[in-house]
């Protein structure tokens, strides 16, 4: 009886959360809601763009607009969310083998909520194909640019780079939609790609981290 039970625990996913990792998780559903529609390509300008095509109907003698490939599912409805006391590195983690995402505790629940945010990305790109991903680079780069910030269009060429040396590696879309998600909750830019701080003083950990690297080897 017993081992089916855990049989049964290991089969359920949702069986592993509590009530606090369920409150999560649900904002977690909200935030796909809210503010990744271009990622779930639920926005009407990306799918006039990039989804649909123009064919011809023989028995109908007229070329219609086909948008087909929009059964595709981007949604992450079927994830869990578990908090940690600690995690190794950071402030969360996204494993998107077992489609779950981490959370350290921390003192702010604002903070673990910007911390699940930066986590959503990587658990929604995990699903892309390499063409969805260039897609919605140059939807994004162009929604961007058009908000015409000097700042922004500064971050947009300059932090390119920080992608590369903050393990793991986080793509140029990722840094997008971090900025994205920055303009849209009124932040300083850098505080999703940085786990609720802004690029300057993410910078610094990791001059300060080299650093030591340095003095250690
Ligand atoms: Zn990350």
């Given at each position: 009886m017993k081992i089916f039970?855990?049989?049964?625990?290991?089969?359920?996913?949702?069986?592993?959360m509590n009530d606090e990792e369920f409150v999560f998780r649900d904002t977690m559903i909200g935030y796909d809601n809210k503010y990744f529609s271009d990622f779930n390509f639920k926005e009407r300008k990306l799918i006039r763009d990039f989804v649909s095509y123009r064919a011809y109907y023989e028995e109908k003698?007229?070329?219609?607009?086909?948008?087909?490939?929009l059964y595709l599912d981007y949604e992450i409805k079927e994830w869990i969310v578990k908090i940690r006391d600690n995690l190794d590195d950071g402030d969360g983690i996204c494993y998107p083998k077992d489609k779950r995402i981490?959370?350290?505790?921390?003192?702010s629940k604002r903070d673990m909520?910007?911390?699940?945010?930066?986590?959503m990305i990587h658990a929604k790109e995990s699903k892309f194909n390499e063409y969805i991903r260039q897609y919605l680079s140059i939807y994004l780069m162009d929604?961007?640019?058009?908000?015409?910030?000097?700042d922004l269009n500064k971050f947009l060429i300059k932090e390119c780079h920080v992608t590369?040396?903050?393990?793991?590696?986080?793509?140029?879309?990722f840094l997008l939609k971090s900025l994205d998600l920055d303009l849209r909750l009124k932040k300083s830019f850098g505080t999703i790609f940085?786990?609720?701080?802004?690029?300057?003083?993410?910078?610094?950990?990791?001059?300060?981290y080299k650093k030591e690297k340095e003095i250690k080897d």
């Open positions: 039970k855990i049989e049964q625990n290991r089969n359920n996913p949702y069986s592993q003698r007229r070329w219609v607009n086909v948008t087909d490939d981490e959370l350290r505790r921390q003192n909520k910007l911390v699940l945010l930066h986590e929604k961007l640019k058009s908000k015409n910030n000097s590369t040396y903050v393990p793991p590696a986080h793509s140029i879309l940085g786990y609720s701080k802004t690029f300057e003083e993410e910078k610094a950990k990791l001059e300060y």
